[in-house]
């Protein structure tokens, strides 16, 4: 072939080599390839072939290692997600199904509260749970949601929700045995006016020395609740942790221990899709949460820092006070936006409010994940050891630099 070829444009080779002919035909077809006639004037010549190279010649080795550039109409799911996680050797088969059984009660949910109205699952449901709080409808419907979707994915050992007075071992549990606390309903005061609310959860390892089955109708006698209350741990073990916030979007959001990543459920398809990777909250912000109807009961300490944030700042305005009475939604705002969100002790409430082992611990491990800092405005959140599974905590989370000043006040 005559002609010189311009860099950078592709050649075509033409070989008379039997054996390259092999490369692009099976074998038995060859024959039949070399004899083919194209109408009067295109004749096969035996053992020609044509393939398209590139103008450089090259190996493994000198192939770049070039991003590919992601298609606009490419998506990835969570179920997706979770097996690349497994793949890579970050959580094993086990935690991948706990986490699916969770994203999945999470969906039917966030179905219910859409049609709370319509359903008549509004208003309350005429009993108290274990910390003396009026339970909702939705309360006692979603816990009885969480426990099955747990209970069926067979890798759960223990429960421990805010709405069961003691953990509940899972009878149904071979193979797995990881320990999974949650809130059900995070913020189901809202839930009546259609404002915010969420689910939140954390999962830890097994402790192998308290593993046991009971039956439905078996009541724990206390060696074994005993046992199962000893399951309580630092969130500093916490294997995984996330909330699902329910509002405009209904957004999963998860750290593994590697960053956080928020997917929002995509109604038309049923499925949670990547949409915040990799989340970083910023180091500053100029929004702080507080229930500010308990000014007079907070400390002095506590009380010079809000008067500071209400202040004008260099740039002439206070920091802006936003307060949804839904830890969900405060955090989820928070990691986007920075700021600080704060639940601390009162005259009334000595210990706090919140519950350490399924609200405090996971949120902080989240925060934490993606840079930021919780305190109870002692120590970290993630090293206090609890006594008891409803165990309560004050707290202080959100931007490092917010955070850090508050601490200063509170010293």
């Given at each position: 072939m005559g002609g010189t070829i311009p860099a950078g444009s592709s050649r075509i080779l033409f070989?008379?080599?039997?054996?390259?002919?092999?490369?692009?035909?099976?074998?038995?077809?060859?024959?039949?390839?070399?004899?083919?006639?194209?109408?009067?004037?295109?004749?096969?010549?035996?053992?020609?072939?044509?393939?398209?190279?590139?103008?450089?010649?090259?190996?493994?080795?000198?192939?770049?290692?070039?991003?590919?550039?992601?298609?606009?109409f490419e998506i990835e799911n969570l179920t997706t997600w979770?097996?690349?996680?497994?793949?890579?050797?970050?959580?094993?088969?086990?935690?991948?199904?706990?986490?699916?059984?969770?994203?999945?009660?999470?969906?039917?949910?966030?179905?219910?509260?859409?049609?709370?109205?319509?359903?008549?699952?509004?208003?309350?449901q005429g009993t108290i749970n274990v910390q003396g709080e009026d339970q909702k409808k939705l309360d006692v419907i979603s816990n009885e949601v969480f426990c099955n979707c747990l209970r069926s994915s067979g890798r759960t050992g223990i429960i421990a929700s805010e709405e069961e007075d003691v953990p509940v071992a899972v009878e149904e549990t071979y193979s797995g045995n990881y320990i999974v606390v949650f809130d059900?309903?995070?913020g189901s005061a809202n839930i009546d006016t259609s404002l915010t609310t969420g689910s939140i959860f954390g999962i830890y390892g097994p402790d192998e020395q308290c593993l046991f089955d009971i039956d439905d109708d078996s009541m724990?006698?206390?060696?074994?609740?005993?046992?199962?209350?000893?399951?309580?741990?630092?969130?500093?073990?916490?294997?995984?942790?996330?909330?699902?916030?329910?509002?405009?979007?209904?957004?999963?959001?998860?750290?593994?221990?590697?960053?956080?990543?928020?997917?929002?459920?995509?109604?038309?398809?049923?499925?949670?899709?990547l949409t915040h990777a990799d989340i970083k909250i910023p180091r500053s912000g100029k929004i702080y949460s507080f229930n500010?109807?308990?000014?007079?009961?907070?400390?002095?300490?506590?009380?010079?820092?809000?008067?500071?944030?209400?202040?004008?700042?260099?740039?002439?305005?206070?920091?802006?006070?936003?307060?949804?009475?839904?830890?969900?939604?405060?955090?989820?705002?928070?990691?986007?936006?920075?700021?600080?969100?704060?639940?601390?002790?009162?005259?009334?409430?000595?210990?706090?409010?919140?519950?350490?082992?399924?609200?405090?611990?996971?949120?902080?491990?989240?925060?934490?994940?993606?840079?930021?800092?919780a305190t109870d405005g002692n120590q970290r959140i993630l090293d206090i050891q609890p006594t008891e599974v409803h165990q309560r905590t004050p707290i202080f989370i959100g931007s490092p630099v917010e955070v850090e000043k508050l601490e200063k006040y509170l010293a």
């Open positions: 070989s008379n080599s039997p054996s390259s002919v092999s490369r692009l035909s099976p074998h038995h077809l060859l024959s039949r390839f070399n004899n083919t006639t194209w109408g009067q004037s295109h004749t096969v010549t035996p053992g020609i072939r044509c393939t398209a190279v590139g103008s450089v010649a090259t190996s493994p080795e000198t192939i770049p290692d070039v991003k590919r550039k992601k298609n606009e979770l097996l690349k996680q497994e793949q890579d050797g970050i959580i094993d088969a086990e935690l991948t199904i706990v986490l699916s059984s969770i994203s999945l009660a999470c969906k039917r949910i966030a179905s219910l509260l859409q049609r709370s109205s319509i359903s008549n699952l509004t208003g309350g059900p309903i995070d724990l006698d206390q060696t074994k609740q005993k046992c199962v209350v000893s399951v309580c741990q630092p969130g500093s073990n916490l294997l995984a942790a996330g909330y699902c916030l329910y509002s405009s979007s209904v957004v999963f959001t998860l750290s593994i221990g590697k960053g956080v990543f928020a997917f929002t459920l995509d109604p038309t398809f049923g499925e949670f899709v500010e109807g308990n000014h007079e009961l907070w400390d002095d300490n506590l009380k010079r820092y809000l008067h500071h944030l209400r202040q004008p700042g260099p740039n002439g305005k206070p920091y802006s006070g936003r307060y949804i009475g839904c830890l969900v939604g405060e955090i989820h705002r928070m990691l986007l936006y920075g700021g600080i969100y704060g639940n601390p002790k009162n005259m009334n409430s000595k210990k706090g409010n919140l519950r350490l082992l399924y609200e405090c611990a996971p949120m902080s491990y989240l925060v934490e994940q993606a840079g930021g800092k």
